[in-house]
């Protein structure tokens, strides 16, 4: 009771925000504040993870507690659940001492997170980007080199918004997606991604390769799309017959190939 209520939470905000900087160069971690919780952990309310001045996550809180048994050997095990985006977050963190820092290995499940809410998204790819999310990421780094995250995850009842509206179409939704993809520091990697709605049925893979400012990615997928009868009936009112797809990839639909950069995203559909 007396360490709960004696708790040095803005000692411990300092101590911890300091401690990660430190460590991981180039991140900011920031939290309203820290109070023990009961078995052994802290919980820290209003967190904020940005990477050179760039939010990348705002959570409502997070609860961390150490698994007990880690406490005595050199590698430590640290587990966590919170609540960000209207959604649940939950993983572990395994950290084995390497100079000059931890070898990393995380894991996360992400269940019924709203893309809408989250600002950086939006940012990031510079348009609208709707739907829950349900999610498993595992992380990985070396030392003080830059991780890897390996995604897989799902997507329902979304919404992407095109700045430059496409033949008359300023937003494709969806029903559901499914994908798995690889990101690193240089490049996100889309191993996999299939696509269901009420516009349009697809499969699309590629890569998007990093460059500053982010809009000036590289955008490099192919795939295929199958319209649906009211996409079809709309390409057919704006695009005389010669432009319009004319062979199909089998079951799957028409070719389609995505590129130029985010900002000015470009695609064929042959």
């Known amino acids: 009771m007396f360490l709960y209520v004696l708790f040095p939470s803005d000692a411990a905000k300092e101590y911890i925000s300091g401690y990660l ?6 991140y900011t971690v920031t939290m309203e504040t820290v109070k ?3 078995p052994l952990g802290l919980k820290f309310d209003s967190v904020s ?3 050179r001045g760039d939010t990348w996550a705002d959570l409502e809180h997070l609860r961390v507690r ?10 430590k095990t640290i587990r966590f659940t919170g609540r960000a985006y209207g959604g649940k977050v939950s993983g572990t963190i395994d950290l084995q001492p390497a100079q000059p820092s931890y070898r990393v290995k ?15 998204l939006q940012t990031f790819f510079g348009r609208k980007i709707a739907g829950v999310l349900h999610s498993t990421i595992g992380y990985s780094s070396e030392k003080a080199a830059a991780g890897r995250l390996n995604v897989s995850m799902q997507v329902v009842d979304g919404e992407v918004g095109l700045t430059n509206p496409v033949l008359n179409i300023s937003n494709v939704d969806f029903e559901r997606v499914d994908a798995e993809l690889i990101v690193d520091q240089r490049s996100l990697k889309l191993k996999r991604c299939e696509i269901t709605g009420s516009q349009v049925d697809g499969s699309v893979s590629g890569v998007i390769l990093f460059r500053k400012p982010i809009g000036r990615s590289r ?15 709309s390409l057919n009112k704006v695009l005389p017959k010669s432009l319009l797809p004319s062979k199909k990839a089998g079951d799957k639909g ?17």
């Open 21 to 26: 900087g430190k460590q991981y160069p180039g």
């Open 36 to 38: 023990p919780v009961f």
């Open 49 to 51: 993870i940005a990477y």
């Open 66 to 75: 150490p698994r007990y048994l880690s406490i005595f050997g050199s590698e």
């Open 106 to 120: 995380a894991s996360a499940a992400l269940t019924g997170i709203r893309l809408e809410d989250h600002n950086y």
């Open 219 to 233: 955008l490099e997928f192919k795939g295929t799309v199958l319209p649906r009868h009211l996409l079809m009936a």
């Open 254 to 270: 028409y070719p389609i190939k995505l590129y130029g950069t985010i900002e000015k995203p470009k695609f064929s559909l042959r």
